[in-house]
């Protein structure tokens, strides 16, 4: 039997980005916040053995433990599903700060096309461009509409970035908090190439932060130290926004928020129509505890997002079959990981690989979104084109020319000849959702509680391949301006491999919109099947951009706090 | 610093402050806090010497591995990083030590993978691994097969064999088509083995390879500095003296 605790007007389910980010604005206007974390606690002062490539990079010393919880995977809905038994494809973030705390930092807007995909698609080249079973859809909010809850997001991290307006994306209402990150050679050759074709390349904003920075809140952070152990870990300098150092010191300073570590919430409570608290684990004790709460938020990523609702039965799953319900809806993921990019060996040239920082590179948006005409072309969207300096450490890079045998003295001496005198033009292919790409709850495995787990029904599409391939042309054509002594492209696109780590991008399962038939949830990612729960995060998104999330995630996350501060005040009901 | 050089008593003190991150404020504390708090008795450069001196290796022994299990890895993680002129293979890094060290520890026992039924290890390969055994398991059902397979071609040890031999009975291995396994592959062993020599290279030296960081000064890898902040905008190669995590100990202090 659960022990009741006493009730609490919001309980937060993951103390992540959108967790952090809800539970700052929440207790900065007096809400008393209860926040439900997983995993452990965390401060900088766990990163003194930090550029440690093996411990955190190779061994995923801060992601998810998969003996507690995973997904299963099948590409199609006739494959049998298998368990994601260990890290690959994605990496699941987990404990106080969540994957916040050992992201890159590229923070891009989505496109102001991006909220209008289907009407602004329709619009240019007529229903017909659409293929049978793609499942776009407006996100029932504009770019515009948007737009100050980005601004609020890059204030609070700092974001680094040119100053004037980048013609490409959407326009904003202030120019980035901070200036660009510095620029590095190969950045530099980037630039130029792509340029001289024609194209528009810019630094990469970046949540690295280019100088020191005290935020609207009156956190002060350092300036990155560019130290090259960045993705997959923590910032030792509390240089990089995570909301470890950004928005939980700052709820919990207002006294308003209470964060419970080692708290696994396993069902929302709900009598059909509204939810009345969470139902959770302590991992050290194994005691089950009852949170009665007004209002619910989960943030546990989308993968938590649509389990919980599912295991919890509340809203309304979706069925491939007849394209109805909506949990479970429009996974997406994105192109990446190696597809439509280019290598450039320089035989007589020199770069120092090795240095970084997880949001430091160069970006052409010309083939992104619908910033070219696609009348000819067999996809929509498309991809962000991009030279990265995050940092190569030596276990996980050894690229060497085609043909090159994988061990032995050829390989020893090839990989140590090019390990600084390799560059990469790569993309960030948007994805579209299809009816038979969805989330639900997989028949046989369970997790450690015996609950099912997650089912991952997804694959790679026609559109995919065509927009691949298209890319490829342009990292090649731009590689070939930066004057390599040789280079390959790959212009294939094979089917998803999970073992092959292409992005933590994954979204949608709890998508809004503005009709209850076919979102989850509202504008204010309110659930439209039950008033007090809001379920925020990327698990919102209705298809994945070209672009990294979190931005627009933040920005969502601003526009939840400020909607269920409505709530309260208007004593509940939709807000739209 | 001309020729791009680090100066070599850098201490993470003096670096901390001159790099203005010792900052008040809500927040940054924790290692930066530490590391400005006390004074520091010995500067970096003798801490580094003290350990060079080390004559014994204490880590250079044995947590997994038989003697024989020991001697097959050595001579084959050898072949996959061989010694050459551009310095030392896997032997002389201590690679055989540091995957024998791997095996024994939750990596070895999958420790944070979902280990539960039902298996399918026939499963395509671009689901991942889907088989039960744990990767200690897997080595060794991977070295006897070796020792096996040469007993029977070439009535020898693996380590027996020549460099041309053994190159070819990994060859084979990693193609997976001529000699089975109970349980596993010969191919997914072989990667196993692959992936975990080019870790023993390039992973710090306290895991027990690399040793004195050569593996890192063969490809111009600094290890763990503070940061590139100066020098990210130079061209060409910077060149620095590599640190391990050891050399962070005395940071603190
Ligand atoms: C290596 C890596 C690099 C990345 N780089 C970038 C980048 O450069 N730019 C970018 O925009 N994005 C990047 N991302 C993605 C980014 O990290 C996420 O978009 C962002 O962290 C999502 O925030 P969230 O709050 O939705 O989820 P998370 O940050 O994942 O937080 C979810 C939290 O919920 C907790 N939780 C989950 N389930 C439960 C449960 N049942 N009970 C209690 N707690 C639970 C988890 O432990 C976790 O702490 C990267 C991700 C990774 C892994
Ligand atoms: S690269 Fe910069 S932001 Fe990233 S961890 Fe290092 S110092 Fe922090």
Not at chain 1, 120 to 135: H, L, S, V
Not at chain 1, 366 to 385: C, Q, Y
Not at chain 2, 16 to 45: D, E, P
Request: net charge neutral; glycine share 12%.
């Amino acid at each position: 039997m659960a022990t009741k605790l006493p009730h609490v007007p919001v309980v937060i389910v993951g103390m992540g980005w959108t967790g952090g980010i809800v539970a700052a604005e929440l207790t900065k206007a007096g809400i008393k916040v209860v926040g439900l974390e997983r995993g452990k606690e965390r401060s900088t002062a766990d990163y003194y053995m930090g550029h440690d490539e093996l411990r955190y990079a190779q061994r995923y010393e801060m992601m998810q433990d998969l003996s507690k919880d995973t997904v299963t995977i099948r590409h199609n809905l006739k494959e049998r599903a298998l368990p994601y038994r260990t890290h690959g494809s994605f990496l699941l973030g987990d404990g106080l700060g969540g994957a916040g705390s050992h992201w890159n930092g590229q923070s891009f807007r989505f496109l102001p096309y991006d909220f209008e995909i289907r009407s602004k698609t329709i619009e240019r080249y007529g229903e017909k461009k659409i293929p049978e079973g793609m499942t776009i859809q407006d996100w029932g909010i504009t770019y515009d509409e948007l737009e100050p809850y980005f601004d609020k997001y890059e204030k609070m991290a700092g974001i680094s970035g040119e100053q004037e307006q980048n013609p490409m994306v959407g326009k904003r209402s202030n120019p980035f908090p901070t200036g660009p990150m510095k620029t590095t050679p190969s950045m530099k050759m980037f630039m130029e190439a792509s340029k001289k074709l024609g194209y528009h390349p810019y630094i990469y904003p970046s949540a690295n932060l280019s100088e020191m920075y005290t935020n609207p809140d009156g956190i002060q952070r350092a300036a990155c130290q560019y130290c090259a152990f960045c993705e997959r870990f923590g910032c030792e300098y509390g240089a990089k926004a995570d909301p470890v150092v950004t928005v939980i010191p700052v709820a919990l300073k207002t006294g308003n928020l209470e964060i419970r570590t080692q708290s696994t919430v396993t069902r929302v409570l709900h009598d059909g129509k509204k939810a009345t608290g969470v139902l959770y684990v302590n991992n050290i004790t194994g005691e089950e505890f009852e949170q009665p709460a007004d209002i619910v938020m989960l943030g546990g990523f989308v993968f938590t997002n649509v389990r919980l609702l599912l295991n919890s039965k509340l809203g309304k799953p979706y069925d491939p079959n007849t394209g109805t319900g909506v949990i479970g809806k429009n996974y997406a993921y994105q192109l990446s990981g190696g597809a439509g990019g280019t290598v450039g060996f320089f035989d007589d040239k020199e770069f120092s690989n090795f240095m970084g920082a997880g949001a430091l590179g160069a970006e052409v948006d010309d083939f992104n979104g619908d910033n070219f005409d696609h009348s000819n072309l067999n996809f929509i969207h498309g991809a962000g084109i991009r030279i990265a300096q995050a940092g190569e450490r030596p276990i996980a890079n050894n690229t060497v020319p085609k043909g090159t045998p994988s061990w032995g003295k050829e390989f020893k001496q090839q990989s140590i000849k090019y390990a600084n005198r390799v560059l990469k033009v790569s993309m960030q292919g948007s994805s579209m959702p299809f009816r038979h790409h969805f989330l639900d709850l997989d028949p046989t495995y369970k997790d450690q509680f015996g609950l099912p787990l997650l089912r991952m029904t997804f694959d790679f599409e026609e559109q995919d391949r065509e927009q691949v391939k298209f890319i490829a042309q342009k990292t090649a054509e731009i590689m070939k301006e930066m004057g390599p002594t040789t280079m390959q492209t790959t212009t294939e696109l094979k089917p998803y491999d999970v073992t092959v780590y292409q992005s933590t991008h994954n979204t949608g399962g709890v998508i809004m919109g503005s009709d209850p038939s076919t979102s989850a949830v509202n504008n204010y990612l309110q659930m439209w099947d039950a008033e007090n729960v809001f379920v925020v995060g990327a698990s919102a998104f209705a298809h994945n951009s070209g672009y990294n999330p979190t931005a627009t995630v933040g920005a969502l996350a601003y526009r939840t706090a400020e909607g269920i501060l409505k709530y309260i005040k208007q004593g509940g009901g939709s807000l739209v | 610093m001309a020729d791009g050089k680090q100066p070599q008593d850098t201490s993470r003190r003096s670096f901390l402050k001159n790099s203005g991150i010792a900052i008040g404020g809500l927040i940054v504390g924790g290692v930066v806090g530490g590391a400005l708090g006390g004074g520091q008795k010995t500067t970096q450069k003798e801490e580094v010497e003290k350990v060079v001196e080390k004559t014994v290796d204490y880590n250079q022994a044995l947590m997994y591995f038989n003697q024989e299990q020991f001697q097959i890895t050595e001579a084959a993680a050898e072949r996959i990083y061989p010694k050459d002129d551009l310095g030392p293979g896997a032997k002389d890094l201590g690679v055989a030590y540091y995957i024998d060290h791997q095996l024994a520890s939750p990596w070895g026992m999958n420790a944070k993978e979902y280990m539960q039924g039902p298996f399918f290890p026939d499963a395509p390969a671009n689901l991942g691994m889907q088989s039960p055994l744990r990767r200690h398991e897997i080595f060794s059902i991977g070295l006897k097969g070796l020792a096996d397979y040469c007993q029977q071609k070439y009535s020898k040890k693996f380590q027996e064999l020549s460099e041309e031999e053994q190159d070819a009975v990994l060859k084979v291995f990693e193609e997976g088509k001529e000699f089975k396994l109970v349980g596993t592959t010969t191919s997914a062993f072989f990667k196993l083995l692959r992936s975990a020599t080019i870790e023993g290279v390039y992973s710090d030296p306290m895991y027990g390879g690399n040793k004195d960081m050569q593996g890192w000064k063969m490809r111009n890898y600094p290890g763990n500095q503070m940061g590139y902040a100066k020098d990210i905008e130079k061209e060409g190669l910077v060149k620095y003296e590599p640190k391990s995590l050891h050399d962070h100990m005395s940071m603190g202090k």
